[in-house]
Nanobody
Framework: QVHLAESGGGSVRPGGSLRLSCVVSGYAVRRYCMGWFRQAPGKEREGFAT????????TYADDVKGRFTISQDNAKSTLYLQMNSLKPEDTAMYYC?????????????????WGQGTQVTVSS
């Protein structure tokens, strides 16, 4: 069984930065694809970044590319999301997710394990 726990959310002004963390508990963490998702009220859950924990291969959605960076520290079994140049449109609940094996589509149904989420609010 894999357990995920996000932290680091909060409230920031437009243009600010936040760093989210997701601690991964379980076996063979290096063989998992990890993803970051977000969901605003009334909207679909959006997968915007993935990383394969073993070789650090990454993918990004166009709306976060250049602003957000996904990374990992296998020694600490932790996934990170560095968010810069935050916009009000980034306001959402942010979730980390995991699935065994290589990364596939950034779709909710593809991932097997989920954290409880951490709120990010960007407002002036």
């Amino acid at each position: 069984q894999v357990h995920l726990a996000e932290s680091g959310g909060g409230s920031v002004r437009p243009g600010g930065s936040l760093r989210l963390s997701c601690v991964v508990s379980g076996y063979a963490v290096r063989r998992y694809c990890m993803g970051w998702f977000r969901q605003a009220p009334g909207k679909e859950r959006e997968g915007f970044a993935t990383i394969f924990m073993d070789d650090t291969t990454t993918t990004y959605a166009d709306d976060v590319k250049g602003r957000f960076t996904i990374s990992q520290d296998n020694a600490k079994s932790t996934l990170y999301l560095q968010m810069n140049s935050l916009k009000p449109e980034d306001t959402a609940m942010y979730y980390c997710a995991a699935v065994w094996g290589r990364c596939g589509p950034r779709r909710e149904s593809y991932f097997s394990y989920w954290g409880q989420g951490t709120q990010v609010t960007v407002s002036s």
